[in-house]
């Protein structure tokens, strides 16, 4: 697990607004509970407060389930010549956070992971972590492409779950500094709108108005 | 519950004004100003954009990444509160449906809206005359027009001349410039004859003359989020903290929910009875003048539950209108990715936090014979937008077709190294419009007091009867037609959106729009009207409404701007008027 990375990875990024926090905020106070994790309270309603400490403090995967996501999570994005993978991003901590916040998220995937697990008992006589990379690739291939015409019988619910999970996968990736960085998404600062630059707006056909 | 009383201030202030957001911040604002004494009672708790704005925080400052788990519009929305309050239940006629947005803080829902500014026209006040439908305003355009023309001095708003009669000009600052997406959905409406218009938002692309509490707008595009520079309107930034700061003869209370108006043996307003969430003791205030703003629903839920010897079925309820003619915009939306946007180059198009470009409303109805009254403007959205909760999602019904560069097409869906790639991909490619259409006012929509509901302090509640006509659901599609018919011309794929008549061509619930109005409406007959043309109460002079109660009929034009200039219009009776008030 990459808990502990992740949440070191969180307190790296917040550093770098710290600085406009404090000149601007100061009545903000931002409590540290469990490894780290800063629970915003300025602009929020004591009940949200509230809600965010309590599911930090639950655990809704068990040990195996969270090396199980980690595994698919890699899978789903790997590290590249431009970025890390979804573990380096800390995406199975958002994952675990956000089933836990969004309860319809949990029976889906728990349920998803065991179906995995049984389908490669099946197969493999292993469960899916313990398989071989060969073997995991094998069985991904089954449940990775939605179009109807893609899905061999009885793969459905894996399609289903596949889906949900690339998802996740996806959304935790490209909203963690890392995945930021890779989309080149360069806004969320001060700065001056003054138009489409000049060489794309005419590489697109149009003139300056 | 053993101490239970109720505190009475021996205060008695010239003016007590129900709620905080544009409507009450307004008229608050020129009342303090004009050296009344003003006591300003909000039902939620003190909120200033300065200290307690999410502005500039990035996803993964958050564990959910911005999801809106316990905010409708995400977690770093500005809004407190949403379509659903715990312990303050709304309820409904029937199967009829009407969603309800309430937002209790200072300033209200002007914390995250969109800031698009939109003056009512001529036409949009006198309807009736027009089409024979609905009703008309007892004042026109011209009787409007000084006061938007104040607000836009006031709180400043940019946008264009562009010379429509219907589509009022204002004072405005300049308009901020298209980004790429907006410069293809410009070039494909054309194609299709519908006209798109600079955007008029009320935010501060250039300093506001002769203010310095508040800095030009830096382009962060998060207005939604509440503005630490005061960059935008919120009425909590540019009305209520302002006259808070420069008002001696200004207080405010926050968490105080009011319960009913206080009457004296003629009927007239003595001040207001409530409940302070902070202590739960309830408390009454003495005023000259009551003045309820503390949005639409919530000033009829007020006025319907001040019942008394006087006023039996509530106060300045004689017509029995109190809560009827509610009526809120229509809304239909479509979406999808443009090929041409994929594979963008990167660059910083923020921009502003509300809209850059818009469509007014451009057809004459009679002219081309359509199926339905008066019409809709459209909103457009897209571009390079910060990621949040949600990025991603549905990657595997749009990827399969899509070639590569080497012209290839796969599987949909899948995983790996060309899968991370098609998100970098389709990053930036994603556009889409909404429509914002007139929804007409009818007596048989509306909200009232349901007998058998209270909240958890005890105040019955409100019940809901709406239902759409064929008006509101032919706009509708008209909409989703214009819309195809748009994003087609530019070569976009739409995603998502698409509707026929089983779902009311994606007409949104009643209310989804937020800007329900009508419920106080005012006109020259108090048997067709609860208020005069000064928002002043017929049976009970020394009450007033200045939130959208007032709106006769909504034009297709987000009601705000509309909200503070009858608002300002309002105040400044009063304050004409003060001695009619021995104030």
Redesign the interface.
């Known amino acids: 697990m990459n808990r502990r990375k992740y949440l070191q990875?969180?307190g790296v990024?917040?550093i770098s607004?710290a600085a406009?926090w404090q000149s601007?905020?100061?009545?903000?106070q931002e409590e540290t509970v469990e490894e780290g994790?800063?629970v915003?309270e300025?602009?929020r309603?004591p009940?949200?407060i509230e809600?965010?400490r309590e599911?930090?403090a639950e655990t809704f995967f068990d040990e195996h389930e969270m090396a199980t996501i980690a595994i698919l999570a890699d899978?789903?994005?790997?590290a590249?010549e431009t970025s890390g993978s979804a573990t380096d991003a800390g995406v199975p901590a958002?994952i675990e956070?956000?089933v836990k916040?969004?309860e319809g998220h949990q029976t889906p995937m728990r349920g998803g992971l065991r179906w995995l697990d049984v389908q490669c008992m099946k197969r493999f006589e292993k469960p899916f972590k313990d398989c071989s990379p060969a073997q995991r690739i094998e069985m991904?291939e089954d449940i990775?492409?939605?179009?109807p015409e893609?899905i061999k019988p009885g793969m459905e619910p894996g399609v289903a779950f596949?889906?949900r999970i690339?998802?996740l996968t996806?959304?935790?990736f490209?909203?963690?500094?890392m995945?930021?960085k890779?989309?080149?998404?360069?806004?969320?600062?001060?700065?001056?709108?003054?138009?489409?630059?000049k060489d794309?707006?005419e590489k697109?056909g149009?003139k300056?108005? | 519950m053993g101490n239970f009383q109720i505190k009475k201030s021996p205060t008695v202030y010239d003016a007590v004004v129900v709620g905080s957001g544009a409507g009450g911040g307004m008229a608050g604002y020129v009342l303090a100003n004009a050296g009344l004494k003003v006591l300003m009672l909000e039902a939620g708790p003190y909120w200033d954009p300065k200290t307690h704005s999410h502005q500039l925080r990035w996803p993964w400052e958050s564990p959910r990444r911005g999801a809106g788990s316990t905010r409708p519009f995400g977690e770093f929305d500005a809004a407190y509160g949403g379509w659903d309050i715990e312990g303050q239940p709304y309820t409904h006629e029937g199967d009829t449906e009407f969603d309800w947005f309430r937002s209790q803080m200072l300033g209200g829902r002007t914390n995250h809206w969109g800031r698009i500014s939109l003056r009512f026209g001529p036409r949009d006040f006198k309807g009736k005359s027009y089409d024979g439908i609905g009703e008309d305003w007892p004042i026109s355009y011209e009787d409007v027009a000084p006061y938007y023309d104040k607000v836009d001095r006031l709180l400043g708003i940019y946008g264009s001349k562009e010379g429509w009669e219907n589509e009022p000009d204002g004072i405005f600052l300049p308009p901020p410039k298209m980004r790429l997406h907006e410069h293809y959905i410009k070039k494909a409406a054309a194609k299709v004859k519908v006209p798109v218009f600079p955007g008029r938002g009320a935010v501060l692309t250039e300093k506001l003359p002769g203010n310095d509490d508040r800095q030009a707008c830096f382009n962060c595009n998060q207005c939604a989020r509440g503005c630490r520079v005061y960059g935008d309107f919120s009425s909590s930034s540019c009305l209520v903290i302002p006259a808070k700061k420069y008002n001696e003869n200004f207080e405010l209370i926050c968490n105080a929910m009011v319960r009913e108006v206080l009457t004296d043996s003629e009927g007239l307003a003595t001040g207001v009875s409530y409940i302070n969430k902070e202590d739960m003791q309830e408390y009454q205030v003495k005023a000259k003048v009551v003045v309820l703003a503390a949005s639409a629903c919530s000033t009829a839920r007020i006025m319907l539950n001040s019942r008394s010897a006087q006023h039996e079925n509530g106060i300045g309820n004689g017509s029995g209108l109190v809560g009827k003619y509610l009526h809120d915009s229509t809304g239909a939306s479509l979406g999808g990715y443009l090929p041409e946007l994929m594979d963008r180059k990167r660059f910083n198009e923020d921009g502003v936090g509300s809209v850059h470009i818009y469509s007014p409303w451009w057809i004459d109805n009679k002219k081309e014979g359509l199926d339905f009254p008066r019409g809709y403007h459209i909103e457009y959205w897209g571009g390079m937008q910060m990621p949040s909760y949600g990025f991603g999602f549905g990657i595997a019904n749009i990827n399969g077709p899509v070639p590569d560069g080497s012209g290839n097409t796969k599987a949909a869906g899948g995983y790996g190294p060309s899968l991370k790639n098609d998100y970098r991909r389709f990053f930036g490619s994603f556009l889409g419009m909404a429509g914002r259409g007139t929804g007409i006012a009818r007596e048989s929509n509306f909200c009232e007091i349901d007998p058998n509901v209270v909240d958890k302090f005890g105040i019955p509640v409100l019940r809901f009867n709406y239902k759409w006509s064929d008006h509101e659901i032919l706009q509708a599609k008209h909409m989703q037609e214009t819309f195809q018919e748009i994003m087609h011309q530019m070569g976009a794929e739409i995603t998502w959106g698409i509707h026929d008549e089983t779902t009311n061509w994606g007409l949104e619930t009643p209310g989804r729009i937020i800007h329900e109005v009508g419920t106080t409406r005012m006109g020259d007959d108090p048997k067709k009207s609860v208020l005069n043309k000064w928002c002043q109460s017929h049976e009970v002079q020394n009450l007033f409404v200045a939130d959208g109660g007032p709106i006769v009929q909504q034009g297709d034009k987000n009601c705000t701007w509309t909200i503070l200039a009858l608002a300002m219009r309002t105040a400044e009776y009063i304050v004409e008027k003060k001695k009619l008030f021995e104030i």
């Open positions: 990875f969180i990024g917040s607004t406009f601007c905020s100061p009545d903000v994790f800063e915003i300025a602009g309603e009940f949200e809600r965010d599911l930090l899978i789903i994005i790997p590249d958002f956070f956000i916040d969004m991904v990775a492409y939605p179009s893609d596949f889906n690339r998802n996806a959304t935790g490209f909203t963690s500094e995945g930021v890779d989309l080149g998404y360069i806004g969320n600062q001060p700065n001056k709108w003054n138009g489409v630059p794309i707006l697109h149009f300056d108005s």
